[in-house]
C-alpha cells in the first residue's frame, strides 16, 4: 500500500521536529547555564523519546500506526535535505549581510 500526502508529511514533520529538537536540546546543553540547561534537557528528552517512540513502533510493526506506509529512509532523506538546505541558505544570508 502506498502512502497518502498526509501520511508522508507527517512522517517528515514529526521525524524533522524530533530531530531538530535534539540538536537544539544538546546545543542548550552545551552553551546554556541555569534554567536554559534544564530547557535543553527537555528538548534533548522529548527528541530522544520521539525517535524512541517511532523507531520502537516501526520496528515492532505496530498495526493501526498512521505512517506505517511511509518510507522512512525516504522521509529521513528529505529531512536531511531541507536542514542542509535550510543551513546554506541562512549561511548565504548572512555572508551577503555581513559582506554589504
Known amino acids: 500500500m502506498c502512502a497518502g500526502p498526509i501520511e508522508v508529511i507527517g512522517a517528515v ?3 524533522s521536529f524530533s530531530i531538530l529538537m535534539l540538536f537544539a536540546g544538546a546545543f542548550t546543553l552545551y552553551f546554556g547555564a541555569g534554567k536554559t ?3 535543553g534537557g527537555v528538548f534533548l528528552v522529548i527528541g530522544l ?3 524512541a517512540l517511532y523507531s ?3 520496528i515492532a510493526d505496530v498495526e493501526g500506526f498512521f505512517f506505517e ?3 522512512i529512509f525516504h522521509a529521513a532523506m528529505v529531512v536531511i ?3 542542509l538546505g535550510a543551513i546554506l541558505a541562512a549561511g ?3 555572508i551577503a ?3 554589504s
Open 81 to 83: 535535505g531541507v536542514i
Open 56 to 58: 520502537y513502533v516501526l
Open 92 to 94: 548565504v544570508f548572512l
Open 13 to 15: 514533520f514529526l521525524l
Open 97 to 99: 549581510i555581513i559582506k
Open 37 to 39: 540547561r534544564k530547557i
Open 69 to 71: 506506509d511511509v518510507d
Open 49 to 51: 523519546a520521539i525517535i
